[in-house]
């Protein structure tokens, strides 16, 4: 790379100037394409991200006088305004501390917040701990389901896009994503109403077993970002008790669409109800130019032929019921902690059941969002197809390398664009394995892209038999299980029932992936990770947050994972 930013980097917040990779490394752990950025986060997700936070009362407007007050791209990835989130910590009086926990795993190299005097404000504490008592309260989220209805409009109003032409896909992309938004702010509610449930557990039981907390949050119920793993478990079972579908799913992935097309109606129609169900979803999915289940189907092929080879005893309802019964000794611990006091206790199942409602809450908002970014991104998918097609540019996928403003020019003379797009992708590739800056202060000279090294580069020292790790307690229960290293959802193949998932980090299309698995352990994430929900609605023993572990334990190690303490122990190399 000769420049020092990307095409698509932001400008950072004046206001608010510390950034950080963690949490949105979950979800965008590739650098966004040009289009990803200049479509749909720039104009629409960063500012729907702030009206969210609004939301709260925790802010005033001036801490937003720039969208990136929310979050920002840096390298070409994604990071998290974390000044903005510890300015919810100071206001509420949840603390800094707890969320750095909650949120970014309690990293050992989260720099210290810098104090301002613009940090306290009466007004938004007073709006700020409204929202908590509503937090804390609230058994119905009634815009979030607004959302949700409006997110399947926009699915069930999906035009024939092979006949509509190139203008209207371009104006059909950009007018779905206006609603973005709109569907954000129920994202952002969800996720920062569910610090203050573990927050106030973090606070009544000071001093108790530290993965008390991680096992009394447990499941939450109704977890949209679950459900999919739920349905392809059932389609498993389907190939599983079919010969047939046995067979074809022995010969390989290649083909198997059409070969299923072709001689199991019953079973294509299933496959295609769950494509309109779930097929937004997708590794790297908040990205516009990332391929989902809808556009790529042989990622849930592949998805539903690991799930065929486990037995009914590890099925994902078998495995939740287990976490129940975690979540209910948990419970039993906690209340002998606080006594006898009546208002310890309420608050105690007050706060234990805001945090399960609030984790399924922000599934569903980010299951809304993402919802809308698939209807964009289908439209956008036919233009790049027809462009290919015509000779006007080398790749469909190269559309996503254009700019926003750049898709008028494709009206005018379709080849505009074609070197400028290969030479972009070019230099979008090289963006690719990064060892990125976990955090970044913006007060403060930012490195220029060409002096950051890949993490290929990067020295780590290998564990040895005894070693233990230690990350966040994500999802209580213990397994022993032979580690796997899988660095790509479409790349699980060896993955076998029992074995430890190990992996960089995880969004929700992994979490099918969790029911094979006897136990996760990722290298970045925190407790509420999208992912981490996830793995507790599934009944997974997860430790999120464990550094280098893809890098530090060879694959094939047997190892012990604790997912309430957070800790995983080599057993035998």
Same mark, same amino acid.
């Given at each position: 790379?000769?420049?020092?930013?990307? $095409?698509?980097?932001?400008?950072?917040?004046?206001?608010?100037?510390?950034?950080?990779?963690?949490?949105?490394?979950?979800?965008?752990?590739?650098?966004?394409?040009?289009?990803?950025?200049?479509?749909?986060?720039?104009?629409?997700?960063?500012?729907?991200?702030?009206?969210?936070?609004?939301?709260?009362?925790?802010?005033?407007?001036?801490?937003?006088?720039?969208?990136?007050?929310?979050?920002?791209?840096?390298?070409?990835?994604?990071?998290?305004?974390?000044?903005?989130?510890?300015?919810?910590?100071?206001?509420?009086?949840?603390?800094?501390?707890?969320?750095?926990?909650?949120?970014?795993?309690?990293?050992? %190299?989260?720099?210290?917040?810098?104090?301002?005097?613009?940090?306290?404000?009466?007004?938004?504490?007073?709006?700020?701990?409204?929202?908590?008592?509503?937090?804390?309260?609230?058994?119905?989220? *009634?815009?979030?389901?607004?959302?949700?209805?409006?997110?399947?409009?926009?699915?069930?109003?999906? *035009?024939?896009?092979?006949?509509?032409?190139?203008?209207?896909?371009?104006?059909?992309?950009?007018?779905?994503?206006?609603?973005?938004?709109?569907?954000?702010?129920?994202?952002?509610?969800?996720?920062?109403?569910?610090? $203050?449930?573990?927050?106030?557990?973090?606070?009544?039981?000071?001093?108790?077993?530290?993965?008390?907390?991680?096992?009394?949050?447990?499941?939450?119920?109704?977890?949209?970002?679950?459900?999919?793993?739920?349905?392809?478990?059932?389609?498993?079972?389907?190939?599983?008790?079919?010969?047939?579908?046995?067979?074809?799913?022995? &010969?390989?992935?290649?083909?198997?669409?059409?070969?299923?097309?072709?001689?199991? *109606?019953?079973? %294509?129609?299933?496959?295609?109800?769950?494509?309109?169900?779930?097929?937004?979803?997708?590794?790297?999915?908040?990205?516009?130019?990332? !391929?989902?289940?809808?556009?790529?189907?042989?990622?849930?092929?592949?998805?539903? !032929? @690991?799930?065929?080879?486990?037995?009914?005893?590890?099925?994902?309802?078998?495995?939740?019921?287990?976490?129940?019964?975690?979540? !209910?000794?948990?419970?039993?611990?906690?209340?002998?902690?606080?006594?006898?006091?009546?208002?310890?206790?309420?608050?105690?199942?007050?706060?234990?059941?805001?945090?399960?409602?609030?984790?399924?809450?922000?599934?569903?908002?980010?299951?809304?969002?993402?919802?809308?970014?698939?209807?964009?991104?289908?439209?956008?998918?036919?233009?790049?197809?027809?462009?290919?097609?015509?000779?006007?540019?080398?790749?469909?996928?190269?559309?996503?390398?254009?700019?926003?403003?750049?898709?008028?020019?494709?009206?005018?003379? *379709?080849?505009?664009?074609?070197?400028?797009?290969?030479?972009?992708?070019?230099?979008?590739? &090289?963006?690719?394995?990064?060892?990125?800056?976990?955090?970044?202060?913006?007060?403060?000279? $930012?490195?220029?892209? !060409?002096?950051?090294?890949?993490?290929?580069?990067?020295?780590?020292?290998?564990?040895?038999?005894?070693?233990?790790?230690?990350?966040?307690?994500?999802?209580?229960?213990?397994? @022993?299980?032979?580690?796997? $290293?899988?660095?790509?959802?479409?790349?699980?193949?060896?993955?076998?029932?029992?074995?430890?998932?190990?992996?960089?980090?995880?969004?929700?299309?992994?979490?099918?992936?969790?029911?094979?698995?006897?136990?996760?352990?990722?290298?970045?994430?925190?407790?509420?990770?999208?992912?981490?929900?996830?793995?507790?609605?599934?009944?997974?023993?997860?430790?999120?947050?464990?550094?280098?572990?893809?890098?530090?334990?060879?694959?094939?190690?047997?190892?012990?994972?604790?997912?309430?303490?957070?800790?995983?122990?080599?057993?035998?190399?």
């Amino acid at each position: 790379m000769t420049t020092s930013k990307w $095409i698509i980097d932001t400008e950072p917040s004046r206001r608010l100037p510390v950034y950080t990779r963690m949490n949105a490394n979950d979800v965008l752990s590739d650098p966004i394409t040009p289009l990803g950025a200049s479509m749909a986060w720039i104009p629409h997700i960063f500012r729907g991200w702030c009206s969210g936070y609004a939301a709260t009362g925790a802010y005033e407007p001036a801490d937003f006088e720039q969208p990136t007050g929310s979050g920002g791209f840096f390298y070409g990835y994604l990071y998290v305004n974390l000044s903005a989130t510890r300015l919810f910590g100071i206001r509420t009086g949840v603390g800094i501390e707890v969320v750095d926990a909650m949120w970014f795993g309690g990293h050992p %190299d989260l720099p210290p917040h810098v104090p301002s005097p613009r940090d306290h404000s009466d007004a938004c504490s007073a709006k700020a701990a409204e929202f908590a008592t509503w937090a804390m309260t609230a058994t119905t989220y *009634p815009d979030l389901e607004e959302d949700r209805a409006i997110a399947a409009m926009l699915r069930a109003q999906r *035009p024939d896009l092979a006949t509509i032409t190139d203008g209207a896909l371009i104006a059909r992309a950009r007018s779905v994503l206006a609603y973005e938004r709109l569907v954000w702010r129920g994202e952002v509610v969800g996720g920062v109403g569910g610090a $203050i449930g573990p927050g106030a557990l973090a606070q009544l039981l000071a001093g108790a077993d530290p993965t008390l907390i991680v096992k009394l949050v447990g499941q939450a119920g109704d977890v949209d970002s679950a459900a999919p793993a739920f349905a392809l478990w059932e389609l498993s079972r389907h190939v599983r008790a079919d010969a047939g579908l046995t067979f074809e799913f022995d &010969q390989g992935i290649d083909g198997l669409r059409d070969r299923i097309h072709a001689g199991f *109606p019953e079973f %294509d129609g299933q496959f295609s109800e769950f494509l309109y169900d779930y097929g937004y979803r997708g590794p790297n999915e908040w990205d516009l130019g990332s !391929e989902s289940w809808e556009t790529r189907p042989e990622l849930v092929l592949a998805l539903i !032929e @690991r799930l065929r080879v486990v037995d009914a005893h590890a099925s994902p309802a078998a495995r939740a019921h287990a976490q129940q019964q975690l979540g !209910e000794q948990a419970m039993a611990a906690a209340i002998a902690q606080v006594g006898d006091d009546p208002e310890a206790l309420a608050t105690l199942r007050a706060a234990s059941e805001s945090a399960r409602r609030f984790a399924a809450w922000r599934e569903r908002g980010k299951s809304n969002c993402i919802r809308v970014i698939h209807e964009a991104r289908v439209a956008l998918l036919e233009l790049g197809r027809r462009l290919h097609e015509r000779g006007a540019i080398e790749h469909p996928h190269d559309i996503f390398m254009a700019l926003d403003d750049e898709l008028d020019y494709l009206l005018l003379d *379709p080849s505009y664009l074609r070197e400028r797009l290969i030479d972009r992708q070019r230099q979008w590739k &090289q963006l690719f394995g990064l060892d990125l800056p976990m955090f970044i202060d913006t007060s403060k000279p $930012i490195a220029p892209v !060409e002096s950051l090294r890949h993490l290929t580069e990067k020295a780590v020292t290998t564990v040895n038999v005894g070693d233990v790790l230690t990350g966040g307690g994500a999802s209580a229960g213990v397994a @022993r299980g032979r580690a796997r $290293i899988v660095l790509s959802p479409d790349a699980a193949g060896e993955l076998d029932p029992g074995d430890i998932l190990v992996a960089p980090q995880t969004d929700p299309s992994w979490t099918p992936l969790f029911v094979v698995s006897g136990a996760v352990v990722v290298d970045v994430g925190a407790t509420n990770s999208h992912a981490m929900i996830v793995s507790r609605e599934l009944g997974i023993p997860c430790v999120s947050g464990c550094t280098d572990a893809t890098r530090r334990i060879p694959n094939g190690a047997f190892v012990e994972v604790d997912g309430a303490a957070g800790t995983v122990t080599v057993i035998k190399l």
